[in-house]
């Protein structure tokens, strides 16, 4: 059974989740959203639209590539294309999980990766 190991401003935890669980149902149903603050009642409930639920994932996920919609949202404000995809960002309601996953939301109301952080190891290159 694939375990989330997620880091978040709200706090840590290690969740079981099953393979072909959506990232964001897994996070929610374990009462570790992947949004923050206001996000977690403003949000598009999984339409991909709002951006609120990105996070750094590290590990497989179907889809492994980025959804037309990830591509769409990850690549304007507050998020940015080129800083998301050296982080690894994926939008949690766009992926499902595939196996063990190291998941990481940064704070603020979207979560995007601020200017100046340095990339991550594990992103996709
Ligand atoms: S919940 Fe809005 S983009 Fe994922």
Known sequence: MPVVRLSSPAGDAVIEAA????????????GA???NGR???????????CGTC?????????????????????????H????????????ACQVRIGGDLDVRKRPGF?????????PCATAEP
Do not use: I, Y
């Open 19 to 30: 393979e072909g669980d959506l990232l964001r149902d897994v996070l929610r149903r374990a």
């Open 33 to 35: 959203s992947p949004h």
């Open 39 to 49: 996000a977690r009642m403003l949000n598009c409930k999984g339409l991909g639209s």
């Open 54 to 78: 990105a996070v750094s994932v590290a590990g497989p996920v179907e889809p492994a590539a980025l959804t037309r919609m990830e591509r769409w949202r990850l690549g304007f404000p507050p």
């Open 80 to 91: 940015d294309a080129q800083r998301s995809r050296a982080a690894g960002m994926r939008l």
């Open 110 to 118: 979207w979560g995007a990766v601020p200017d100046g952080e340095a």
